[in-house]
Structures are given as structure tokens and as C-alpha cells.
């Protein structure tokens, strides 16, 4: 923790007014002593982390932090506000803010300590001392634990120590436990429950995770805020965190001890299912930390009335509390669940069939069944096993796109429609569509049958086998009576409309599915682009209009990351000297065609790398699209040029998409660094350490 904050790093005279102003004005501390490379990307990774749940906590507490790309190693900033801020708490603003930074691959002993400070601020004798202490040296010494550092800070303090508003989660853990003993009186819950084989009572047992989705404070803050309201309510508590460190699983007897599970979490839990069939909470992971008594009541109420929830039911994406997801925000996560469950399937089987192609020839396609023609010295004979091995693989697509996407939407019930419902598609050749549809039909009727009231009964052999029964006939007669039809002659309609395609309006579509797939480097707009073009080619026998797409996809999938690699090697001193360091390894992998090895660039400078990136991507798929260049092959990168047809247009469709998106970041970069000599009078700093702050802060 001595590494982590220093005085330097403390302020205890914060005059800012609001959280970004304050976010700010300790990131500044923090790229002073260079613990932050990029000031403005550094607080646009705290704006997002904010974005998607407020960190102000109960007793004037503010928590930004995130993990960045941006965070050299893992530092702590205090600041202490006496006008307060708002950070979203619900019981007002915040005087004390924790600035919480952590790089992207944070190492796991410095994320423990983190907990332990988040721990700490559950602490009302720790947050008292902070607020009565007067030297920044003291304060350091104290959020880093040493011995003696509260000193007088503690006993001035002390005074303070029993104002409510200086102890976040007590009152509520009091009320908690006036609460816990009206249950237990009333509904027979606690000791009574628990007695044990020998007459003895014993208290009542509550297991409980946390987590949150950087997993670096809330997860912590909850955890302690549980386990201290079980103490006031004589409740036994024991709280699994899984949280940035990794999560060490609580052990099986303990679990089978419960009497009921508290699970607090904005993430999925890791390896929920050992949680079924006892009394659940199932709450967001703010709840933890501010109502830790009332999710206990919760629990005790509902297991003195026999409720044996069953936590996999339900996903994080479904449940009510997930803060601030709207339903189109959980479509794109349903229809990337599946997407990204596919693409591994994609890359197999299409290179597998384009390997066919290679060693078997063209007419490999039509080979027999190597079952009954197999001769271990001909090179057709290990085409064609490659091209069926290749199709079988190909077969899942349409089926573990549809799987997977009733996944997203309700957990493992949505496997066995979604499957099923995918199967159809492929019957009824309603193809990448139909799966589309049927995993959206599964998942929802997954959905609506685990809302229904289920006998107590019933409730074992349901997800065995009641939904995957009811749910299977059901998706089977929409796909087949209903919707499949008109599903298939819309597959039908665009596949004739892309046959047809061909001069301007073949190169306009390579440009726009250039844009696409630049435009988010790996994103849900990238994975539509690449759906589109790879649901082309996952038949036997693609049109050429199907491999031509293919092939401005995947060249434009290139462009971003050897974009970045050359203008690093072109114009160095536009860059830090961390990016010049990424972009030696985007070299390779964009040759492999892994577009997100542009992220670490458009994450610093998003509105200059994104742009460039479009522009070239844009310009190689409307190249690739006017050469007619063909691909059998979904991935791959520059090592299957010899599968494509036209190949030396081909790659003068990349080179001209790389280069142009490389210029136009290089001036686009250039000009900021001119702006930025003009608004200081002067030329900057030479060296590249002395500009990587300048630049960070005039970006």
C-alpha cells in the first residue's frame, strides 16, 4: 500500500463541485507522479465506469475508480471535500472521494489490497479519522494502515464516531437486527430453524456473494456491509467476493448448511447452480451496501415461509436488478451471446472447407462420403475429409446461434428450444435469420414460463424436464407453422438481391461493410458486418456474391490494427511510448485479422482512431468489392491468400485502405499536437516522456 498513495497523492482541501471536477482533479495528482499516461482517456474509463452505477455510498462516501489501459500500476487518491459532492448516494453528497485506479491487467496482490481498503470504509472509526485529520502526510500514513498514524487524528475524532452520518451501514445494521428478532419471533425463523439434531439452537446461516463489474470496491464495501449487519442481527454471514483478485469458492458443506443465500451482483455469478433450491435474494450489489438488514429480514422471511427459489432461473440480464439496462441494451447482449458462442464454430469449419478446397480442388464439394471412399496416399481423398469435417462443423452455426442467445436470455433452460429452434431454421431454410428468430422465441418463452406460479412439487423436475418439453414445442410450432415461411422467403429475397449485385452497388455495400466493421474493432456493429458475410458462405456451394462479401469483410477487418502499426512506425513522436509499444504487436495481429488490436489506440484517442480507421476500412472493402476478389475462408487473415481469388488486387485493396487510414490519423494527430504548441506559445517538450503528459491534457 506504501507504492499506492503518498501525500502527494492526498488532498484535503478538494474545492471541486461536482464528480467530474473531482475525478479530475485527483487523476491530475496521479499523472504528476505518472501513475496515469492519458489523463482524458484515463477519465473517460472513470465517466463509463460512473455511467453505468453511481459509486457514492451511504456516509459521504464517493468510490470512482476503474480499471484502465491508461493506469501505469495500481494507485489511490484521496480527497476531502467540505462542501460536499453528489456521487449519487442516496443519503446525500460525499466528503470524502477515493479516486481508485487500476491498470487493465491489474496483479492480483494490489487488487487485494484495494479490498481491504474498501473494507476499511465500513469502518466509522476510519472515516471519522479521516475527516478530523489535518496533514496529508497523516492521512496517507492512515488509509495505508500503519500502526500509530491515527494518532491525534483518532482521538480527536472520536467525538464524532457515534453521528450516524459518520457511520455508513450501522444504523442499518441496528435496524437489522430489531428486524431479524421480530422474524424470528414471529415467523419461527433464526434459532428455532436452526436447531440442531440435538436440540441445540444455533443461529441462522446466510451465504452470499458479491461482486461487482470492475470487481475492485463495490464487491468488497458489499461483502463487509452484509457481514457486520449479520453480527448486529445474531445471524451467521459468510460472503464469497468474486472480484478483480479471482474468488476463492465457499466451501460445499457451507453452502449446504445455509438457510438461505444473499446474492448481490451487477456481473454473473460464477458457478451460480451451487446456490439452487434455497431461499434466494437476488439484488444488484449496491442493495449489499446499502440495505444489508433488509436483505437479511428478506431472506429469514422467506424461509420461514418455505420459499425454495431457484437462482438459476433468472439471469443478470433479466433481473430487476440490474441498474440502468434498457431492452435495447439487453437485445444487443442476447444476440452477442450468441454471436460470440458462433464465431469459434465460424472460424473452424470455414477454414476446414477452405483447406478442402485448397488440397481437393474446386469439385471437392462434390466428393463421396469419405465413410465409403477413403485412400490414405491420394490428396483428394484428405480434401475431402477436410471439406465434410469443415461442413459438419458448419451445420451448428444457424443452431448455436440460436442457442446461445435464449442462453443470454434464460440461463441454461434456453439451451435445449434455442437448439431446437435453430434446427428448425436450418430445416425449413430459413438460415442465419431464422436462428435469429428462434432464439429470441426460445428465450422468451423460457422467460414467460419461469414467471408462471409452479407448485411446490413441480419445481424439481422443471428445468429438467416441464421447460425444455413445453418450451420446445412450443418454439417448434412457431418455426414450423408460423413464422418459418416468411422467414425463408426473406432469406431468399436477400440472398437473390446480393447474386444480383454487381458495379456501383456492389462497391458501395464493400464500403459501408468497411465502416461497420471498423467502426467498434470487435464490437456488436463489427459482429453484425461479419455475420452477415460469414452466414453467406456456410452452405456447400456459396455464390460468388457471397465470397466476394466475404472478402471486403475480412480485408477491412484488417485495416484498423496495421493502420495503427504503421503510423507508430511512420511518426513515432505522435505517440507514447506504450502505443509505439502495441503497435509492434499490431503488426501481427492484424495480419491475423483480429481488428481489436486497434482498441488500446481508440480507446486513448477515440475521436481520431475511429474515424481513420472507418475511412480506410471503408475505402479497402469498396476496392475489394470493384477487383471482385473471392474468399472461401471466414478467418484467417493475410494466411489464406491463397485461397482468394484475385488475390495481388486483393491485397492492393488492403495496402490502400492501410495507408489511407494511417495518413489520416498521422494528420489528424499532427494537428492536435500543433494546437496544442500554438495554446502554449512555444514548441513542446522534446522526449517522449515529457510529451505523453502534454499531450494527455490538451487532447
Known sequence: MSEMITADLVDLDLSADTREAAARALAERMLARGRVTDLDGFLADVAAREARMPTGLDGGIGIPHCRSAHVTEPTLAFGRSTAGIDFGAADGPADLIFLIAAPAGGDEAHLTILSSLARQLMDAEFTSALRAVTDAGAAAALIRGEE?????????????????????????????????????????????????????????????????????????????????????????????TQGSAGFTRLDPAVIAAADGVILAHDVPVREKERFAGKP???????????????????????????????????????????????????????????????????????????????????????????????????????????????????????????????YGMADRPGLVPGFVGGAIALTVNAGFLGGLAAGLLAGGVVMAIGRAPIPAALRGIMPVVVIPLVSSAVVGFLMF????????????????????????????????????????????????????????????????????????????????????????????????????????????????????????????????????SMLGGAVTGALSMAFGATLRAPHGGIFVVPLIGNPFLYLVALAAGVCVSAASVIVLKGLRRQGAQDAEGGPETSGASAAVPKESVTA
Open 148 to 240: 500509530g498514524a491515527e494518532g491525534g487524528a483518532a482521538d480527536a475524532a472520536g467525538a464524532e464516531a457515534g453521528v450516524p452520518d459518520a457511520r455508513p451501514g450501522v444504523a442499518h445494521a441496528e435496524a437489522g437486527g430489531e428486524a431479524g428478532a421480530e422474524v424470528g419471533a414471529d415467523a419461527g425463523g433464526g434459532s428455532d430453524a436452526g436447531a440442531g439434531a440435538d436440540g441445540a439452537a444455533r443461529p441462522f446461516r446466510i451465504v452470499a456473494v458479491t461482486s461487482c463489474p470492475t470487481g475492485i470496491a463495490h464487491t468488497y464495501m458489499a461483502a463487509e456491509s452484509l457481514e457486520n449487519a449479520g453480527r448486529e442481527a445474531g445471524v451467521e454471514v459468510v460472503v464469497e
Open 280 to 406: 434466494t435474494v437476488d439484488t444488484g450489489v449496491k442493495a449489499g451496501i446499502s440495505r444489508p438488514a433488509e436483505l437479511i429480514a428478506e431472506v429469514r422471511e422467506k424461509a420461514a415461509r418455505g420459499e425454495a427459489t431457484a437462482p438459476a432461473a433468472g439471469t443478470p440480464v433479466d433481473r430487476a436488478g440490474a441498474p440502468g439496462e434498457g431492452y435495447g441494451t439487453r437485445l444487443r447482449t442476447w444476440l452477442m451471446s450468441g454471436v460470440s458462442y458462433m464465431v469459434p464454430f465460424v472460424a473452424a469449419g470455414g477454414l476446414l472447407i477452405a483447406l478442402g478446397f485448397a488440397i481437393g480442388g474446386y469439385t471437392v464439394n462434390k466428393a463421396p462420403s469419405v465413410m465409403d471412399h477413403f485412400v490414405w496416399t491420394e490428396a483428394d481423398s484428405w480434401g475431402a475429409l477436410l471439406f465434410q469435417i469443415g461442413g459438419v462443423a458448419f451445420g451448428f452455426l444457424v443452431p448455436v446461434l440460436a442457442g446461445y442467445i435464449a
Open 481 to 612: 407453422v408460423v413464422i418459418g415461411k416468411p422467414i425463408a422467403s426473406a432469406q431468399k429475397g436477400m440472398t437473390d438481391w446480393l447474386n444480383g449485385l454487381g458495379g456501383a452497388n456492389a462497391v458501395l455495400l464493400g464500403a459501408l461493410l468497411g465502416l461497420m466493421m471498423c467502426f467498434d474493432l470487435g464490437g456488436p456493429v463489427n459482429k453484425v458486418a461479419y455475420a452477415f458475410a460469414t452466414a453467406g458462405i456456410a452452405v456447400a456451394d456459396p455464390s460468388d456474391s457471397a465470397m466476394k462479401i466475404m472478402a471486403a469483410v475480412m480485408a477491412a477487418g484488417m485495416v484498423p490494427p496495421l493502420a495503427m502499426a504503421l503510423a507508430t512506425t511512420v511518426r513515432g513522436g505522435l505517440f507514447t511510448r506504450t502505443e509505439r509499444e502495441n503497435g509492434k504487436a499490431a503488426w501481427v495481429l492484424g495480419i491475423s485479422f483480429i481488428s481489436e488490436g486497434a482498441i488500446p489506440f481508440a480507446a486513448a484517442d477515440p475521436l481520431r482512431v475511429i474515424p481513420s
